[in-house]
């Protein structure tokens, strides 16, 4: 059962243009998302996040948008430039089992193609 | 500002043998995830770590277990090794208090034969 989705395993845009991923997400407890950015032989890095209570974010090139009735939530990079090619998760976090804890739950990522 | 390093990079076990892997966490961190990555697949939660006590746990047998230092270093030891476990394994750091943001380090990449 994926709780996070990310149903496109790949995309290709054209440097300069804008890159638009996508995520859905079927837990309502969830009450902050992220998105992280991983390349070949790395961990995945901290990119942009979102709270449950805000429907949008934006830091320079990246803005993450959040619909919480469509349990929808979107990360656009504009212009996208070819160093931005990676896979991109998207990831939810809820209350863990533990006292206070907290755990993330990813999507399977999108490959992102930025072409020069 | 030093950031999570994980070792060793990579490492072969065979099926049965127990294996360590080890994590240093962010300065100013004190909160220690474990997660497994499968080839093609996102990051799965193991367990978390916090004042040495394992604080929330994924669905992972028992055989998969950790220990976090006082130093907030941490490991995760994986007995009886099978098959499926090879992956690449990732240990993020956060500050507990209102940190929702995990920061990760490289990973250590285990191939069980």
Redesign the interface.
């Given at each position: 059962d994926q709780q996070?989705k990310?149903n496109s395993p790949s995309l290709s845009v054209q440097e300069g243009r804008i890159s638009i991923l996508n995520c859905d997400y079927t837990n309502s407890m969830f009450d902050?998302f992220?998105w992280?950015k991983k390349y070949p032989?790395?961990?995945?890095?901290?990119l942009i996040?979102i709270s449950s209570i805000k429907d949008k974010n934006e830091d320079g090139r990246f803005t993450v948008f959040l619909n919480k009735s469509a349990k929808h939530l979107s990360l656009h990079i504009v212009p996208s430039q070819p160093g931005d090619s990676a896979v991109y998760?998207c990831?939810a976090?809820a209350r863990?089992?533990?006292?206070?804890?907290?755990?993330?739950?990813?999507?399977?990522?999108t490959k992102l193609s930025v072409i020069p | 500002e030093t950031g999570?390093t994980?070792s060793p990079t990579h490492l072969i076990k065979t099926r049965g043998q127990q294996v360590t892997l080890r994590c240093s966490s962010q300065s100013g961190h004190n909160t220690v995830?474990w997660?497994q990555q499968a080839l093609?697949?996102?990051?799965?939660?193991i367990f978390?770590y916090?004042r040495e006590e394992?604080?929330?746990?994924?669905n992972f047998p028992p055989r998969f277990s950790g220990l976090q230092f006082p130093n907030y270093s941490s490991e995760l030891n994986v007995n009886a090794l099978e098959l499926d476990d090879s992956a690449l394994y990732?240990c993020?750091s956060s500050i507990?208090t209102g940190g929702?943001?995990?920061?990760?380090?490289?990973?250590t990449r285990l191939l069980v034969l």
């Open positions: 996070v990310q902050y992220l992280y032989a790395e961990g995945p890095t901290f996040s998760f990831a976090k863990g089992s533990g006292a206070g804890s907290y755990q993330l739950t990813f999507g399977k990522g | 999570v994980q995830s997660y093609g697949q996102g990051p799965q939660f978390q916090y394992e604080n929330g746990r994924g990732l993020a507990k929702e943001t995990q920061y990760f380090g490289p990973g």
